[in-house]
């Protein structure tokens, strides 16, 4: 099976060998050649479910933003290595991390507090880094729990993920919120799927995504600043995350009521209504984080509002 690949080279599907009929179990204990970062910021709820899920991994380094909880704490305790440092931007923080950070090993996965790998995922990392030869990264499935509830349906399962990749051949792109792994070589798709489940709550969640929509809607006044003539620019003949960025972008800037039809593509026509209540609430708070995204686009966009007075330094 052949795919699309990020910066527009060739990806294929990766089969992993010779553990037909094995325990994956102790196959994910088995220490694996793996430097695992796991970034944080006030994350004790988590931390230690997140740890365990990678203790097969030869290293954790748990790369902490400050937190003024017991995270360090508990992943010291763990037997993590502490890396601190002053967040900035997710793509910057993470950067920081690949280029500054001495890992034991060629094999990079980044996994966040709130995310599990399940011994299935653990067996199968650990065939992909023994074959070098078939991919210098993998994409991996995410499983998004939303109130206890797996979400499968409108276009949400599987959520493919650049997470595992060797040093020096991924790096962010350059982008406040929702950066992707931009991959120098082949590509392969791992098939088990990384949990993602935060333990938070809605309160929490609400608060992210408050955080979120005014970084997201940022970037897209950014993008219309760079691109003012309106057409897509060279972004959309390449495959993978650049294409969706322009793509998405064309959308919020001449689709009459996005908010309203991403709501009817995902939970209709991509069979979001399968999941239920939960998946009627999930479609439905995207769709107010989109419009709320909007909403606050034209504020931003705005000279002398109050969005684009705190945030003129990162539009400038």
């Not at 793996?34 to 944080?40: C, H, L, N």
């Not at 897509?232 to 294409?243: E, F, N, Q, Y």
């Not at 609430?281 to 984080?289: G, P």
């Not at 000279?303 to 684009?308: E, Q, R, T, V």
């Amino acid at each position: 099976m052949l795919q699309h690949f990020s910066n527009g080279g060739t990806a294929v599907a990766f089969e992993p060998q010779g553990y037909a009929g094995a325990d994956a179990d102790s196959i994910a204990h088995a220490v694996a050649p793996v430097s695992v970062i796991i970034p944080t910021r006030n994350e004790e709820r988590n931390i230690a479910a997140c740890m365990a899920g990678v203790a097969w991994a030869d290293e954790i380094v748990v790369f902490d933003s400050l937190s003024t909880d017991a995270t360090t704490t508990i992943a010291e305790g763990k037997g993590a290595r502490i890396v601190r440092r002053e967040f900035d931007s997710f793509a910057r923080h993470k950067n920081w991390a690949l280029d500054h950070i001495d890992l034991r090993n060629d094999w990079v996965l980044i996994v966040d507090a709130d995310e599990r790998v399940t011994p299935e995922l653990a067996a199968e990392i650990r065939a992909a880094v023994a074959k070098p030869d078939v991919a210098v990264g993998f994409y991996i499935p995410r499983m998004t729990y939303f109130c206890g509830r797996w979400i499968r349906h409108g276009g949400i399962y599987p959520d493919y993920n650049m997470r595992l990749f060797r040093r020096g051949r991924g790096r962010y792109e350059d982008r406040l919120v929702h950066e992707h792994v931009m991959l120098d070589g082949p590509a392969g798709y791992l098939k088990r799927p990384l949990v993602h489940e935060d333990d938070k709550g809605l309160e929490r969640y609400f608060e992210r995504h408050n955080h979120y929509t005014t970084l997201e809607a940022i970037e897209i006044v950014r993008a219309k600043r760079r691109d003012r003539d309106g057409k897509l620019g060279a972004d959309v003949l390449v495959a993978g995350p650049p294409r969706r960025r322009a793509l998405k972008n064309f959308a919020q800037r001449y689709l009459p009521a996005r908010p309203v039809f991403v709501f009817l593509y995902m939970y209709l026509l991509k069979g979001g209504f399968l999941d239920g209540r939960i998946g009627f609430r999930y479609f439905l708070l995207k769709m107010l984080f989109d419009y709320v995204t909007d909403l606050k686009v034209k504020e931003i966009a705005t000279p002398g509002s109050p969005l684009n007075l705190k945030y003129r330094h990162l539009l400038d």
